[in-house]
């Protein structure tokens, strides 16, 4: 934390290296929460570009008494949100395009493993696609992140209530497209 | 899958169940919820829907960005600074010119002034007595003096209040605008380089 902290100084400083290892320390998170919303891994690394531009920009507003990383994911979960609304259509996520690493402990999984995590890959961008921007954004920080309700709507800039508000009815929403299929 | 009849408590029940899903639920709540999924076929089922939803969020792990991903942000932010130190060198060269124009036009501003003053004073026949000793070198000048007054005379006369206060401001925001330039200047890292 204090190495995080002495980057963020020297950051604001003008030292671009510092901030390099501050990207290096949150490019998963950043481009997880990013990929997660958009669905599509060529834009999903554009938007958490993005993120860190922006965070490299705004980086004197931030406030220490906040985990940065919750920073940073306020800033990809606003711009994806933002993204989302600009398509003005449902996203059109490329089911056979490449797909990200996933960050697992386990060795190379066996064919049938493969297999079975890659239709589970595909159903969580199905149910996470049937969601508004915003009921997304929740979703994801409630189940990649761990985020408390009071840390999304933090992060949201959003009150506690309407977070859950939005959980309950994406669950139902993905609930209800689970069943459909 | 077959639907069962839509239940009329189903918004409540949904709220109870994604509380339930969070571990967030109080006791009383929780025999509530119990109770009613063991009487209603439709919220049993999207129960069941809604944990499986979750098992498989819960499930799946972070992913991470193609390698160098942190050089293609380093570079990104060089090209932008670059972009910025041309719009700035661009911005100083436009603002110079404009202060050049406004220099002159705050010296000719104070040559119409002066012309003005002057014509003042060679109206007046209690100047005119005092100043007959230096007429004759002062009516060299004054001849051209008096030309211009004709013109820029007038029109200060007419215009005079507007035009100082359009000039005034126009200084005052040429003067901002160096300043905010110099505050913000790359390389001056209080400010990141960045606006």
């Known amino acids: ?181 | 899958m077959d639907r069962v009849v839509e239940c009329e408590h189903g918004e409540e029940m949904t709220a109870l169940m994604s509380l339930a899903l969070d571990h967030l639920l109080e006791e009383a709540e929780r025999q509530a919820l119990d109770r009613h999924l063991a009487a209603c076929a439709f919220c049993r089922s999207e129960w069941v829907a809604m944990q499986q939803v979750s098992v498989v969020l819960e499930a799946s792990p972070l992913v991470g960005p193609p390698l160098g991903f942190a050089v293609r942000v380093e570079r990104r932010l060089e090209e932008q600074a670059k972009k910025q130190r041309q719009v700035f060198g661009g911005l100083a060269l436009f603002t110079s010119s404009l202060s050049l124009a406004g220099m002159t036009v705050a010296a000719a501003l104070m040559l119409v002034m002066g012309i003005v003053a002057w014509r003042w004073l060679d109206a007046s026949p209690a100047v005119q007595q005092g100043t007959q000793a230096v007429s004759k070198v002062a009516s060299g000048m004054g001849l051209v003096g008096k030309g211009a007054s004709l013109f820029l005379g007038d029109l200060l006369l007419r215009y005079g209040a507007p035009l100082v206060v359009i000039l005034g401001v126009g200084l005052v925001v040429l003067v901002g605008v160096w300043a905010w330039l110099f505050l913000k200047r790359p390389g001056n890292t209080r400010h990141n380089g960045f606006a």
């Not at chain 1, 599509?40 to 004197?60: G, I, M, P, S, V």
């Not at chain 1, 606003?78 to 996203?91: G, M, S, V, W, Y």
Request: aromatic share 8%.
């Open chain 1, 1 to 181: 934390m204090d190495q995080e902290r002495a980057w963020i100084e020297q950051a604001l400083e003008g030292d671009r290296t510092a901030f390099g290892h501050l990207v290096k320390a949150y490019e998963r998170p950043v481009y997880n929460l990013t990929y997660r919303m958009l669905g599509n891994a060529a834009e999903a690394e554009d938007a958490a570009q993005e993120t860190f531009l922006r965070a490299y920009k705004k980086l004197a507003t931030y406030q220490p008494e906040r985990k940065f990383v919750n920073w940073l994911l306020s800033i990809a979960s606003h711009h994806c949100i933002d993204r989302l609304r600009r398509r003005n259509r449902a996203p059109q996520l490329s089911l056979d395009g490449p797909l990200p690493p996933e960050w697992t402990t386990s060795e190379s999984p066996r064919p049938d493993q493969q297999v079975s995590q890659k239709q589970s890959r595909e159903q969580v961008r199905r149910v996470l696609e049937t969601l508004p921007a915003d009921y997304r954004a929740a979703v994801v920080l409630r189940y990649w992140y761990g985020l408390s309700y009071r840390e999304i709507a933090t992060t949201m800039d959003t009150t506690e209530s309407a977070i859950k508000s939005r959980l309950h009815r994406a669950r139902r929403m993905m609930a209800q497209e689970l069943q459909a299929a």
